[in-house]
Structure formats: structure tokens, C-alpha cells
């Protein structure tokens, strides 16, 4: 079964420096998406993208946080800035077509921890 | 008010039985619903979606959906161990985004 595949699986990075998170969605999908779960909180929404521009952002979404298709497989997410309050688990997930026709199904994420 | 709801657990069940888990909402625009597992240290797993009031049935899992009453719960037949985990309900919100309850731990005893 094809899967949503993300790398790093653990990334640690000292507080103001840029990481990049990379996802490979799964291969026919059209939809892109970022989420992130604070450990013990409930898993938050940040972005969406389609057809190479973001479709939606949440509040959390702030200009340290970007996003970019840079070929045809990868989706990445990149903060700027890192803040401790950035430490979470980072999902990416995908979907053949909006919400409300079809669900998303998310990749086994990124652990963030900055220092 | 909280945007979905869900009571946090933990929910215990001897193995066989069925577990019953719940979540309320309280936008009534909300027109998809889905429930996913999370077991601990991983990632959200779809289970089940619906998007019609009524019974949606797959396997040993039941979604059932009541829009007048904002409510949407997932039934587990014949819980095993395996099903232990934290259950999570979510909604469609605008065009592209989940929003997402707490979850409920669920563990089902040997």
C-alpha cells in the first residue's frame, strides 16, 4: 500500500537555526498538508497546498514557517527561525482531492527537539 | 466551547467486548468526520470517515454520525489488545484542513 514517507524520522537543531522537514506524499495525490502534535496535545493543522500554492494556514503558520514542492515527488517544510516552542512531532499527510471527497493519510512524521 | 470534544479516558474494556467511543462538535457546518488511531509514538492511522448522519460499518468498526445532535462516535466490536491506543476524532474544517479532538486512550484488557 502506498504510504506517505518523511524525513528526517528525529531531527535536533539548536534554537535559531533553519531546519528543513521533507515529505514524499504518496504518488497520485494532489492535496498536501503539514500538521504538528505538541507531545501530549491534540495534533494541530498548519497548512495546506495545491497546485503549488498554499490553499490554507492556520494561526500557527507565522512567516518562520515556509513551504515548497521543489520537484515533482517532495514537499517541504521549513522554519526559519527555530524557537524551543517549535519542539513537536511533525506530520506531513496527502490526499487524491479536497476534504471533503477523500481522507488524508499521514506519514510517520518528524520529532523535532531544538535546543 | 470547545470546537470537538472528546472525553480523554482512560477507557478500559475486557477484550471481546465493545468499546464504545464518542466525540461532540460544535460547528454545524462541519460536513465530513473521521476517526483515526494513534498508538503512542506514532502517527494519526485512518480508521473510518463519514459525511451522512447514520451507521457506516467496516469490518469490526461502526461509525455513526447525528448532525442534529452534533455527535459522532465509533463503536470497536470485539475489542483486542491491539485496538489499545488513542482514538482521535476529526473534523472537515474549511475547504482543506482537519481539526482535531484530544483523543481518548483506549485500553482493551486481556
Known amino acids: 500500500e502506498p504510504e506517505v514517507t518523511q524525513t528526517p524520522s528525529h531531527q535536533v537543531t539548536q534554537m535559531g537555526q533553519e531546519v528543513i522537514l521533507r515529505c514524499v506524499p504518496i504518488?497520485?495525490?494532489?492535496?498536501f498538508y503539514w500538521y504538528r502534535q505538541i507531545l501530549g496535545q491534540k495534533v494541530e493543522f498548519l497548512v495546506s497546498f495545491y497546485n503549488n500554492e498554499i490553499s490554507e494556514k492556520s494561526e500557527i503558520f507565522d512567516d518562520q514557517f515556509s513551504v515548497e514542492r521543489p520537484d515533482g515527488s517532495n514537499f517541504t517544510l521549513k522554519i526559519r527561525s527555530t524557537k524551543l516552542e517549535d519542539s513537536a512531532m511533525y506530520f506531513c499527510a496527502s490526499s487524491v482531492a479536497g476534504i471533503g471527497d477523500q481522507p488524508q493519510h499521514f506519514g510517520d512524521g518528524t520529532r523535532l527537539s531544538i535546543l | 466551547q470547545k470546537e470537538v470534544e472528546q472525553n480523554s479516558g482512560p477507557l478500559s474494556v475486557p477484550e471481546g467486548a465493545i468499546a464504545s467511543l464518542n466525540c461532540t462538535y460544535s460547528d454545524r457546518g462541519s460536513q465530513s468526520f473521521f476517526w483515526y488511531r494513534q498508538y503512542s509514538g506514532k502517527s494519526p492511522e485512518l480508521i473510518m470517515f463519514i459525511y451522512s448522519n447514520g451507521d457506516k460499518e467496516d469490518g469490526r468498526f461502526t461509525a455513526q454520525l447525528n448532525k442534529a445532535s452534533q455527535y459522532v462516535s465509533l463503536l470497536i466490536r470485539d475489542s483486542q489488545p491491539s485496538d489499545s491506543a488513542t482514538y482521535l476524532c476529526a473534523l472537515g474544517r474549511g475547504a482543506n484542513n482537519l481539526f482535531f479532538g484530544t483523543g481518548t486512550r483506549l485500553t482493551v484488557i486481556p
Open positions: 504518488s497520485n495525490h494532489l492535496y
